[in-house]
C-alpha cells in the first residue's frame, strides 16, 4: 500500500495521510482513494489557470494539486459564460472545468468559471 499512496501527487497524498493518522479516514477509505486516483478519468477535469501559451493551457487539477497540459485545436470551444472567448482570456488562477480527449491531451471544451479556485 506504502508504494501505491507514494504513486499520488503531494497534495493528495498528504491530505489523505493527514485525514489517515487524525482517524478521520479508514484503511478501505484510503484504498478506495488510490484506487480511485489509479483509474482516474482525464476526460474531464476541474482547477487553475496556471498559463496559456502557443495554444497549450497549463492547469493545476484542484483534487490533485498535480500540474497538467493540455493542447487546443480548430474545434476547441473556450467560454466564459455563454460567451465565446479566446483562449488567451484565461486568468492564471482561474477555476476552469477541461473535457477533453486522446487520454487527456487535445482540449474540446474549457469553461472558465470566472473566479479563482478556492
Same mark, same amino acid.
Not at 59 to 70: A, I, L
Given at each position: 500500500?506504502?508504494?501505491?499512496?507514494?504513486?499520488?501527487?503531494?497534495?493528495?497524498?498528504?491530505?489523505? *495521510?493527514?485525514?489517515?493518522?487524525a482517524g478521520s479516514l479508514g484503511l478501505e477509505q484510503v484504498e478506495f482513494i488510490v484506487t480511485q486516483?489509479?483509474?482516474?478519468?482525464?476526460?474531464?477535469?476541474?482547477?487553475?489557470?496556471?498559463?496559456?501559451?502557443?495554444?497549450?493551457?497549463?492547469?493545476?487539477?484542484?483534487? $490533485?494539486?498535480?500540474?497538467?497540459?493540455?493542447?487546443?485545436?480548430?474545434? $476547441?470551444?473556450?467560454?466564459?459564460?455563454?460567451?465565446?472567448?479566446?483562449?488567451?482570456?484565461?486568468?492564471?488562477?482561474? *477555476?476552469?472545468?477541461?473535457?477533453?480527449?486522446?487520454?487527456?491531451?487535445?482540449? *474540446?471544451?474549457?469553461?472558465?468559471?470566472?473566479?479563482s479556485a478556492p
Amino acid at each position: 500500500m506504502r508504494e501505491r499512496l507514494d504513486g499520488l501527487p503531494e497534495k493528495l497524498r498528504q491530505e489523505t *495521510l493527514q485525514a489517515f493518522q487524525a482517524g478521520s479516514l479508514g484503511l478501505e477509505q484510503v484504498e478506495f482513494i488510490v484506487t480511485q486516483y489509479e483509474n482516474r478519468n482525464p476526460s474531464v477535469r476541474v482547477g487553475s489557470v496556471v498559463g496559456v501559451y502557443g495554444g497549450v493551457l497549463r492547469f493545476e487539477v484542484f483534487t $490533485t494539486g498535480e500540474q497538467v497540459e493540455v493542447i487546443t485545436g480548430n474545434q $476547441t470551444l473556450v467560454r466564459r459564460g455563454d460567451q465565446d472567448i479566446p483562449l488567451e482570456d484565461l486568468r492564471e488562477g482561474e *477555476l476552469v472545468m477541461v473535457v477533453s480527449a486522446e487520454g487527456g491531451a487535445l482540449a *474540446l471544451t474549457i469553461e472558465a468559471l470566472g473566479v479563482s479556485a478556492p
